[in-house]
DNA sequence: GTCCGATCTTGACTTGTTCAAGGAAAGCCG
DNA sequence: CGGCTTTCCTTGAACAAGTCAAGATCGGAC
């Protein structure tokens, strides 16, 4: 895990200038990866005791702009955040508690998958998206209602 | 597509009472798929004069927990709802204008992909998003901007 | 050290979706 | 066909995630 000069290095590569709370929220999202927008914003609280969640989203989004952070939506879940960038790896959601588990991509680069009929598209990505039951959700539930993903609170 | 006497027997194959909001919200859906909500809202409407929101967002989610249709819903976009169920195809959906293409699936079965690594996860999906371009928007604008996916409104 | 423009703070606002209470209608039964 | 039960729909409010906008503040070039 990169430590602050890294951090601050990286910004400087991608063109943007070095703030604390660009630093907070990139440390965080290097830490812990796949966390969502709210507790990211407590992530990078404990780093800097006041930053506004507007900030926050304003980091996130300039930093997914220029390539530094990659952001991940599955379906009935806020957006989610991770540091590794790149590499065009996957996910594995777990349909009962939500957690997000990384995959290394199969064939390696992207996109690693073509469709059977592009329809005429310039295709540049294939994300995949593995949908199943987590280790211990299978153990506490054998056969769980099905239900849309909700993530424990 | 399915006329109205064959959309009733689908409702009460799967165990739903018959109601015209549902055979209305299901009838647009088979009519034109890959519709938000919204427009869902709309579409019913046009069938049958009076529907409140509330009961098409209820009537989607019956029809979504008993499989009569399937939810897709990609980042930055609102929920979109689709009639084809059950044959694992995926999607294509262009970054600039929004607009989802059907993808028959190259396996065949579900889970048409196995990760490299399931960690333990009992797996019973994969799914599949191609971002690219679409045909129009390659042609009006060679090097868009990014930007997350936006429809044309 | 100064200055300019990018960045952060504050606070209100949208959008998409869900909750809750009560009235209406589907379908079973006689 | 008419009543009864249960499910479904209407109305209206609430909620969560994210965005907009105006002004204060800070980073970094000079």
Known sequence: ??????????????????????????DAVHAQPHLDT???????????????????????????????VRRIQPQGSPA??????????????????????????TIGTAPCLTPSDDAGFAIDEAEVVFWGRCPSCTDSRPSAPRSTAQRGK
């Open 1 to 26: 895990m990169p430590d602050a000069p890294d951090l601050e290095r990286l910004l400087r590569a991608a063109g943007l200038r070095v703030t604390r709370p660009r630093v907070a929220v990139l």
């Open 38 to 68: 709210e507790a990211l914003i407590g992530a990078t609280r404990a780093r800097l005791d006041a930053v506004s969640h507007q900030a926050v989203y304003d980091v996130l989004r300039v930093l997914t702009d220029c390539g530094l």
């Open 80 to 105: 989610r955040y991770e540091a590794r960038v790149g590499d065009n790896h996957h996910h594995l959601v777990c349909r009962d508690c939500g957690t997000i588990v990384d995959v290394d991509c």
